[in-house]
């Protein structure tokens, strides 16, 4: 079982007859590792995080939380094909939400600082971050910059509204790997990877952090925190 596409391309390098269990894929069929999601046909299955109208439902959480809001950022990694995928679905979801969207590419650690200088001049209002091991391994510093820069963030998984991030809206990392483990299980009681369809996530958290939304002067309406499955006191 591996996560990452990165980590996944790794290992099916290594072995065509070996199972393989994705906890987790941008894209599996456009990389590769599957034939389709349905019938992925050879010795790699398991979850995918495809769900391009998450983008969309993150920018309106963004828009109820700062008022008024006309130019948000993305940061993506260009060198994660997720990544680049999340960035498209974003553009096409910030025009037809009639929001202005500012690109700033990040793919390494140390650009951090410069791509938070690139936000303040192009005058972002708010910050929407891309999840990938980059960003994820980093979390405490994008929290922090987005705090020092007045930025109100959003995210994908919690684990970034733990670290600080204003709010986070995406599947949970611990469903993610317990539903990895039943394909382990259906694996060893003998099905064969190829005949398991990859699953998609339907499952998603809304995490607040209300610490941060204080920091940031932000009063969010009532009507939002009500729908948080979780609020950060």
């Known amino acids: 079982m591996t996560s990452t596409d990165v980590a996944i391309a790794a290992v099916k390098q290594q072995t065509r007859t070996i199972p393989i269990v994705m906890a987790s894929s941008t894209d599996p069929v456009g990389t590769g590792f599957v034939a389709s999601l349905a019938r992925p046909g050879g010795n790699v299955t398991g979850l995918s995080n495809i769900s391009p109208e998450l983008n969309a439902k993150r920018l309106e959480l963004l828009r109820e939380a700062v008022p008024g809001l006309s130019r948000v950022a993305i940061m993506w990694n260009p060198d994660v094909r997720g990544a680049v995928l999340d960035y498209k679905e ?124 204080k920091a940031l002067g932000l009063t969010l309406p009532p009507s939002l925190l009500r729908r948080a499955d979780e609020v950060i006191q």
């Open 90 to 213: 974003t553009d096409s979801a910030t025009r037809s939400l009639r929001l202005q969207l500012q690109s700033v590419e990040v793919s390494r650690a140390d650009a951090f600082e410069r791509a938070f200088s690139e936000l303040t001049t192009g005058r972002a209002e708010a910050l929407m971050v891309v999840t990938s091991s980059l960003s994820f391994a980093n979390r405490d510093q994008l929290a922090s910059l987005a705090l020092k820069h007045r930025l109100p963030s959003m995210y994908g998984p919690r684990e970034y509204a733990d670290a600080g991030g204003l709010m986070a809206y995406g599947q949970s990392n611990a469903e993610r790997w317990r539903r990895a483990a039943t394909y382990v299980d259906k694996i060893l009681k003998g099905a064969k990877p190829g005949d398991l369809p990859v699953e998609q996530p339907t499952k998603f958290e809304l995490v607040i952090n209300l610490k941060t939304a």
